[in-house]
């Protein structure tokens, strides 16, 4: 059983990073085109990409965009599920229903709904746009993740702390966010894993400085390139790096 | 630090600031062949001004863009030759004057007054052109094969062929193959192409975009792309040099861009000039060479300046012969192209 | 509830969220909706209310085929996903030590963070014929000839699958934690095996998330449009692919917004029915 666990284990991150081996793989391709055969290693593509300003430009677009509307998203997302979980409100179903219902529209139609609202007002289009119709699609999944892990084994918790004379701001800042810390990160990780990737709103929604998404799809215009599987590769650097680094200073905090 | 240097400073300053907000911006709605720095940055430096460059696909998703813009938002717009029509007929774009722009040098077929031109105004000007046609492995395939269309998609090479993923020219690629010329394409001949669909769909393993198609002829998923061409096959002939295209005896269909300013333009000299600039040879040069894709100049004044390489990636010599035997697109207008639309997706659902 | 919340502390908890939901996404929806029934004339807009659109949609064998082709993808796909992930999200939260786990996850969650697109052309070259999967099969003689996965329904569901695979694995892993370890030691107290504190106990408690997550691959599998489009090889039509083409050429936005209504209306279905099902009054 304890071995079946671990083989299971590995097959699955066998098939999760399959498609991430070949991608870095052929980033190091010699030669102009990222299929079988390897022809060997070459550090070409890296050089060109990260010489590449509009990639650079477009990398940090895309973070401040998924940083900034995840945040949003998330907070959002906790208010109304503490709210809702906690208060009885006159139709709460509903606006249960409210609150999800962007989860039923595809991104494409969010994204085009929002540019002719947009435009209507005279809003012109930036990554702030963007932003706002990133924080669209991830408010209703902060919501749902947050609210379905608001058991009621919490609050009993709560209720000790108000009888113990806390405020409503303390309960849920010491006490109900705490509490739900893993749906909340969850919930945040999701936002910015989703809006970092989101291409169809980033695309309708921006205009001269675009997102990371945008940027690839108009390299892949271009036609079959190992600067394709170079970006990824770097990207997905960035992304083990970052983790490396919250994961230690994380740990360091808590041994302290 | 004196007074005197802090006013300076400040002088400087402030005189740099305004000098960025007097700057001129140029906003270009445009393919992904107009982004490359050594096309832009010549005009860019001649007239001390920057271009915005954004880049979009499909015709009907520009037109919306644009109808839903600001005025001045846009200056510069680039659009597929046959549908110069249409944002047009939406009043999007603003005439240029014919005296300017140097059609006299251009290959003769590719000035296309007839779709840049409405009620003897000109609009737009056609500025780069190519071919949709076959492209193929030269190792797997008869070459001889090659150039009668109805054996490129028999069940001689089934399962071995991907379709490239628009239907207007795979379409003419159909029309022409059945003796249809592309410019009498109407409802009825629908049913003549209809069949030639179904058989090209059965034949073929995928319809694929660009890079999907590249990926599938480069790792020999497949051998023959219908609707490729050179656009395609370039960047992968540089190592698999086996990979290769060519117009089939019928002929095969002209695909084509051209350039515009918008009429809602605030600076619509600057915009004129920036057309005027990639029309001329040294424009025409670079954007037929672009980064992003290469096709043809349609000012053959561009050939003084290319060199000898470039032309024959470009095949230059055999362009009289092409142009004799290619097709425009076809040019629908919008009820024919919802029924070859309709055709279209319910060939590939099948 | 406790008598000292009162209604109008939760109307401002609940408030900023509803505002902008209403500012940017049930306007611009309303909007959508009413140009499902306009019609165009030419290239301009005509508002209105034409069913011109919806008639056209019943009319079309494409769009049928369209609808029947999401559907069975979304579904296999949601199933096998979360099969798959099931019991990678409960080896990470039971098996793996627990100062491990979060390191573990967040490995398991990484490749989302390698651009999507690319990704969908990495899977590209893993199914190619003579691609690792095939050459692998090849060499240890399970196969002789490459067989063709990439441009197939397969491929399509291999890429939707590892994307959500590790979208469910999070969700799911979230809710497995928040178990407290007392109600399995309970279960194993009161006699019961592995598997039967795994049916009584654990399933039910975290069928809540597991619906979140099914629910959620739902609606994002059946609303893309990259996968289908790069791993399918057009050999078969989803319902995004079909709207992006009514837009992309001809900005037919009130056909289009008359196939995003369809298409919400079959999320709204899948919605209610697995609600009922797994009687969920929440997520």
């Known amino acids: 059983m304890r071995m079946a666990a671990w083989f299971y284990l590995v097959l699955a991150f066998g098939f999760i990073y399959l498609p991430v081996g070949t991608l870095v793989l052929y980033s190091f391709q010699d030669g102009t085109l990222p299929v079988p055969p390897f022809n060997g290693p070459s550090l070409q593509w890296y050089t060109e990409v990260l010489a590449d300003d509009d990639v650079t430009d477009a990398l940090f677009n895309s973070l401040i965009v998924a940083i900034g509307s995840s945040a949003v998203a998330v907070l959002l997302g906790f208010l109304a599920a503490y709210g809702l979980a906690r208060h009885v409100l006159p139709g709460s179903a509903f606006m249960r229903g409210l609150l999800i219902a962007p989860l039923t529209v595809s991104y494409l139609i969010v994204g085009l709904g929002l540019l002719i609202v947009l435009n209507r007002t005279g809003v012109g289009l930036s990554l702030v746009t963007a932003g706002i119709g990133h924080v669209v699609i991830n408010l209703p999944l902060a919501f749902a993740i947050i609210y379905a892990s608001m058991g009621a084994q919490h609050e009993n918790a709560e209720r000790a702390a108000r009888d113990l004379g806390a405020s409503e701001t303390k309960v849920v800042l010491l006490v109900t966010a705490p509490m739900l810390a893993p749906a909340i990160a969850a919930a945040f990780f999701l936002s910015v894993t989703l809006s970092w990737d989101e291409f169809i709103i980033a695309f309708l929604l921006t205009r001269f400085d675009i997102t990371l998404p945008v940027e690839i799809w108009s390299m892949l215009r271009s036609g079959l390139s190992p600067r394709l599987n170079a970006i990824g590769s770097v990207v997905f650097l960035i992304s083990v790096t970052a983790v490396l680094v919250l994961e230690f200073t994380m740990l360091r905090r808590r041994q302290s | ?350 | 509830m406790s008598a000292g919340t009162g209604t109008k502390l939760g109307w401002g908890f609940v408030a900023p969220a509803l505002l902008w939901t209403l500012a940017f996404f049930i306007v611009p929806f309303l909007v959508m909706g009413a140009m499902s029934f306009a019609t165009l004339e030419g290239r301009s807009l005509v508002w209105g209310f034409y069913l011109d659109n919806y008639i056209e949609l019943a009319t079309r064998a494409y769009l049928w085929r369209a609808i029947l082709v999401s559907l069975e993808i979304t579904l296999t796909v949601t199933v096998v996903s979360v099969v798959l992930a099931y019991p990678l999200a409960a080896i990470i939260a039971f098996r793996v030590p627990p100062q491990w786990q979060r390191l573990a996850l967040l490995l398991a969650i990484l490749p989302f963070w390698t651009s999507y697109v690319v990704r969908s052309y990495a899977w590209l070259l893993v199914l190619a014929r003579e691609g690792l999967i095939n050459q692998t099969l090849i060499n240890i003689g399970l196969i002789a000839e490459p067989i063709t996965l990439a441009n197939t329904r397969f491929a399509t569901v291999t890429g939707f699958v590892h994307f959500f695979v590790m979208l469910l694995t999070l969700t799911i892993y979230a809710n497995l934690v928040q178990l407290s370890p007392n109600y399995r030691r309970a279960a194993t107290d009161l006699g019961a095996n592995a598997f039967q504190t795994f049916r009584h106990v654990i399933l039910p408690l975290t069928l809540p998330g597991i619906a979140t997550g099914a629910f959620l691959t739902f609606v994002l599998c059946i609303g893309d449009y990259v996968t289908p489009q790069v791993l399918g090889g057009n050999n078969e039509l989803t319902m995004p692919q079909v709207i992006m083409v009514q837009l992309g050429r001809r900005a037919d936005f009130p056909l289009a917004s008359a196939l995003a209504i369809v298409m919400m209306a079959i999320v709204m279905l899948a919605y209610l029915a697995s609600a009922r099902w797994l009687r969920l009054d929440r997520v």
């Open chain 2, 1 to 350: 630090m004196t007074k005197r240097t802090v006013a300076l400073l400040g002088g400087t300053a402030m005189w740099l600031v305004g000098a960025a907000a007097n700057a001129q911006e140029l906003n270009a709605l445009v393919w992904c062949d107009h982004t490359d720095d050594a096309l832009i940055k010549p005009f860019e430096e001649e007239f001390g001004v920057t271009v915005n460059v954004r880049e979009y696909e499909g015709t009907g998703a520009a037109l919306a863009l644009l109808e839903q813009s600001r005025p001045g938002d846009w200056d510069v717009l680039v659009i597929d030759g046959i549908d110069v029509f249409r944002a047009v007929e939406s009043g999007l774009l603003a005439p240029l004057p014919d005296d300017q722009l140097p059609t006299a040098d251009f290959f003769p077929e590719i000035v296309m007054a007839e779709n840049n031109t409405l009620d003897g105004v000109t609009y737009a000007v056609t500025e780069k052109f190519g071919y949709n046609t076959i492209s193929y492995n030269s190792e797997k395939v008869d070459p001889a094969d090659m150039q009668d269309l109805s054996t490129v998609w028999s069940d001689k090479y089934a399962e071995r062929i991907s379709i490239y993923d628009y239907y207007l020219p795979v379409m003419g690629l159909a029309a022409i193959a059945e003796g249809v010329a592309t410019a009498d394409i109407d409802a009825k001949s629908l049913d003549t192409i209809g069949p030639v669909l179904s058989q090209m769909r059965s034949s073929a393993a995928s319809v694929a975009g660009v890079v999907a198609a590249q990926t599938a002829l480069a790792t020999g998923e497949v051998d023959i792309v219908v609707g490729g061409g050179e656009w395609l096959t370039a960047v992968l002939a540089e190592e698999q040099p086996e990979l290769t295209w060519t117009i089939p005896d019928q002929g095969a269909v002209r695909w084509t861009q051209s350039i515009g300013v918008l009429a809602d333009s605030e600076q619509p000299d600057l915009a004129l000039e920036f057309v005027k600039y990639i029309v001329s040879p040294e424009g025409q040069a670079r954007l037929a060479t672009s980064a992003c894709f290469w096709g043809m100049p349609a000012n053959s004044a561009a050939g003084e300046i290319l060199n000898d390489d470039q032309k024959s990636v470009l095949r230059w010599d055999d362009q009289t012969d092409y142009l004799a035997r290619t097709q425009l697109y076809p040019a629908p207008d919008a009820d024919l192209d919802v029924e070859m639309q309709d055709l279209w997706l319910d060939t590939l659902s099948q």
